[in-house]
T-cell receptor, first 112, second 113 residues
Framework: GQQVMQIPQYQHVQEGEDFTTYCNSS?????IQWYKQRPGGHPVFLIQ?????EVKKQKRLTFQFGEAKKNSSLHITATQTTDVGTYFC????????????FGKGTKLSVIP | DVKVTQSSRYLVKRTGEKVFLECVQD?????MFWYRQDPGLGLRLIYF???????EKGDIPEGYSVSREKKERFSLILESASTNQTSMYLC????????????FGDGTRLSIL
């Protein structure tokens, strides 16, 4: 079955440093979604990427979808304490697929 | 805003009990999902439903069943609870099409003693 690998599992950064998490799929994806889960909270949808090579930005967050549609990344510039949480990528393999396959997440800690 | 409501935030049950976790969504979504979340393992799909009375197994269905008698409600059933089912359970709903985001409930932290 489809697998989505996400690294690193944990990342500790000093406030103001940059942060990146990477996802790799064993199969070509039709789209990839990113979610953020704050401590004690539930996953909240951030963004979806659909096109090969797509890049989207949300303020300090930059999301990329690889040319082969098998990998993706989330980059945060100048982290803030409000960025703390676990970031998940989730991939879908096709138009007829109901499922999202989630990566295991990257837990980000920001040291003030 | 989409609202996904899970019946309990915390639940403690005993081994062998039959446990019901309820989830209700208010957006007329066709698709509903049950996940469990464990440290280091991420979100694992237990079951999903794409329509009333329809259900499909996810990645880890063993020991669980589901019920979807009404569109807005999706129930997860632990037939005979065991300690290895102690976990955080998350329900999600999604509109039609796999390019739609999933909306999650607050989760139920279930402890089986």
């Amino acid at each position: 079955g489809q697998q989505v690998m996400q690294i690193p599992q944990y990342q500790h950064v000093q406030e103001g440093e940059d942060f990146t998490t990477y996802c790799n799929s064993s199969t070509t994806l039709s789209n990839i979604q990113w979610y953020k889960q704050r401590p004690g909270g539930h996953p909240v949808f951030l963004i979806q990427l659909v096109k090969s090579g797509e890049v989207k930005k949300q303020k300090r967050l930059t999301f990329q979808f690889g040319e082969a549609k098998k990998n993706s990344s989330l980059h945060i510039t100048a982290t803030q304490t409000t960025d703390v949480g676990t970031y998940f990528c989730a991939g879908s393999s096709g138009a007829g697929s109901y499922q999202l396959t989630f990566g295991k997440g990257t837990k980000l800690s920001v040291i003030p | 805003d989409v609202k996904v409501t899970q019946s309990s935030r915390y639940l403690v049950k005993r081994t062998g009990e039959k446990v019901f976790l309820e989830c209700v969504q208010d957006m007329d979504h066709e698709n509903m999902f049950w996940y469990r979340q464990d440290p280091g393992l991420g979100l694992r799909l237990i079951y999903f439903s794409y329509d009333v009375k329809m259900k499909e197994k996810g990645d880890i269905p063993e020991g669980y069943s589901v019920s979807r008698e009404k569109k807005e409600r999706f129930s997860l059933i632990l037939e005979s609870a065991s300690t290895n089912q102690t976990s955080m359970y998350l329900c999600a709903s999604r509109g039609w099409g796999n390019n739609q985001p999933q909306h999650f409930g607050d989760g139920t932290r279930l402890s089986i003693l």
